[in-house]
């Protein structure tokens, strides 16, 4: 089957682009923000690596060899997005009353589980900030003499020695940088740390020494060291939050021009060709936030109850620049279409005779599936053709479940292996072990069966009460409730 041209949206253009890798031989390189690693991750932040995720898988469908970074920021990242307030590290060990290190490496290996429950592939190289202090350093000394200055809180740079600054964010002054904290000592309002200097009588529990002081690095500086040093300048794609676009993005721009010295020769050089970025999730209070408290995981979903692929299937109901509203009622009825899906998934396999390879995809289907991709990733319409793909009754249920395959690999829902016994998880706060409900469904049918009507009703509503939901005429018998506040 001949692919379409892949259509993505370049925030740097504000324009959709057909994509080609710059070198055909290293295929598409692409390096995605990843998490500052001193709390759980939020629902918000995982949508952007569910769009990542499918935007990995779009790019192997197309046929393209895959490098893809994301880093794990365990240092810099102030509670401020610029330069003001704690460190976000160094804020977390202090409220646990643990090390930094064993604060980076729980919340490191909770965020890598979140990845693995959602069925999000693994980069080629998840990249730590500690790892690379030594690059971070030589890059910062070769920007310094003609990008930076010195005062005393760091090394800063100066954003007006690099040209169209702030042009992701769609800046035009210093108004439009709102977000951008004071400093003392700062030149202009969006000049940002390079080299943060450990504060007199300060006690941190990350800092090195450098020819600016002893200190950190600031938060924007390891992108760039990381994305050049794995991918090489220019490379394919960078992603992240469309909060990045605003501040974060536009600093590491920055930096990549200052560092390869090639704005003459290179015009509109940022060191990626596509700028990707995901819209929010927001809540009803606003866009979904840490910093408010009280903020929703995947851990959290999970405890009610929740298959994580439901929430999966959410985010993959909206276009990835889309604003994505959670709720209760959002994330349920992503669970009710995904428990559809999978009863339909199961009622082909037990009309097919699944001893033998399956059939490859139908080419027409996959052909529409193809152009729904390749219009910047639409996954909305990728999910209807699904749904309509497995109801077709012109086709044997062999051959849809052949034309699965292909859905699976590019939407990641896993339907080739789900079970709808894997979308029964017990809630952490169920009052009732699945032993005892068995026993309360086997004693409610031999009430029935003894038409003994109000003791089975009986039983219904205290299994009920218990959290339960008993199905009759269903194979599966029973489920979980799933209740969200």
């Known amino acids: 089957m001949n692919r379409a041209p892949l259509a993505l949206y370049n925030s740097l253009s504000r324009s959709m682009e057909v994509f080609a890798p710059l070198d055909p031989e290293k295929g598409a390189r692409v390096y995605s923000c990843g998490p500052t690693v001193y709390n759980y991750a939020h629902l918000g932040n995982l949508r952007?690596?569910?769009?990542?995720?499918?935007?990995?898988?779009?790019?192997?469908?197309?046929?393209?060899?895959?490098?893809?970074?994301?880093?794990?920021?365990?240092?810099?990242?102030?509670?401020?997005?610029?330069?003001?307030?704690?460190?976000?590290?160094?804020?977390?060990?202090?409220?646990?009353?643990?090390?930094?290190?064993?604060?980076?490496?729980?919340?490191?290996?909770?965020?890598?589980?979140?990845?693995?429950?959602?069925?999000?592939?693994?980069?080629?190289?998840w990249s730590v900030a500690t790892d690379h202090i030594e690059e971070m350093i030589d890059f910062a000394k070769r920007i310094a003499p003609d990008h930076c200055y010195e005062i005393d809180s760091g090394l800063y740079f100066d954003a007006t020695t690099v040209p169209d600054y702030g042009k992701l964010a769609g800046a035009r002054d210093d108004a439009g940088e709102g977000r951008i904290d004071p400093v003392a000592g700062k030149r202009h309002p969006q000049d940002f740390a390079i080299w943060r200097k450990s504060a007199p009588g300060e006690n941190r529990q990350m800092e090195w020494d450098s020819p600016w002081g002893k200190g950190a690095p600031g938060w924007h500086l390891?992108?760039?060291?990381?994305?050049?040093?794995?991918?090489?300048?220019?490379?394919?794609?960078?992603?992240?939050?469309?909060?990045?676009?605003?501040?974060?993005?536009?600093?590491?721009?920055?930096?990549?021009?200052?560092?390869?010295?090639?704005?003459?020769?290179?015009?509109?050089?940022?060191?990626?060709?596509?700028?990707?970025?995901?819209?929010?999730?927001?809540?009803?209070?606003?866009?979904m936030s840490k910093s408010k408290g009280g903020f929703s995981t995947l851990f959290s979903l999970i405890d009610a109850g929740l298959h994580p692929l439901a929430y999966r299937l959410m985010c993959l109901q909206a276009h990835y620049r889309s604003e994505l509203e959670f709720g209760p009622d959002h994330v349920l009825a992503a669970l009710t279409r995904l428990k559809r899906l999978v009863i339909a998934v199961e009622g082909l396999r037990a009309k097919a005779e699944l001893g033998e390879e399956l059939p490859s995809p139908d080419e027409s289907v996959a052909a529409e599936l193809d152009a729904a991709i390749s219009e910047d990733l639409n996954t909305p319409r990728a999910l209807t053709l699904l749904e309509a793909m497995l109801a077709d009754k012109k086709r044997s249920a062999f051959e849809r479940l052949g034309?699965?395959?292909?859905?699976?690999?590019?939407?990641?829902?896993?339907?080739?292996?789900?079970?709808?016994?894997?979308?029964?998880?017990?809630?952490?706060?169920?009052?009732?072990?699945?032993?005892?409900?068995?026993?309360?469904?086997?004693?409610?049918?031999e009430a029935r069966k003894a038409k003994d009507f109000a003791a089975s009703d009986a039983l219904r509503d205290e299994l009920a009460e218990a959290g339960v939901e008993v199905m009759d005429g269903d194979p599966l018998g029973w489920d979980w409730i799933v209740r969200l506040s």
């Open 48 to 125: 952007a690596y569910v769009f990542t995720d499918t935007l990995g898988r779009a790019l192997v469908w197309k046929g393209y060899p895959l490098t893809h970074v994301i880093n794990i920021t365990d240092v810099g990242h102030l509670t401020s997005d610029a330069d003001a307030g704690d460190d976000k590290m160094e804020a977390a060990a202090r409220a646990n009353q643990q090390s930094i290190w064993d604060v980076a490496a729980h919340y490191t290996a909770a965020f890598k589980g979140n990845i693995e429950a959602l069925n999000i592939r693994q980069p080629t190289r």
């Open 222 to 287: 390891e992108c760039s060291v990381m994305s050049e040093k794995y991918l090489g300048f220019p490379f394919d794609i960078h992603t992240g939050g469309i909060d990045h676009r605003e501040i974060h993005h536009p600093n590491e721009i920055a930096q990549n021009q200052a560092f390869c010295s090639c704005m003459d020769a290179q015009p509109g050089f940022t060191g990626a060709h596509f700028w990707m970025h995901n819209n929010f999730l927001v809540d009803r209070s606003g866009k």
């Open 403 to 445: 034309t699965l395959q292909a859905f699976d690999s590019l939407l990641g829902l896993n339907l080739l292996e789900l079970r709808r016994v894997d979308l029964r998880i017990q809630p952490r706060n169920a009052t009732i072990t699945e032993a005892d409900v068995r026993d309360k469904i086997e004693a409610r049918q």
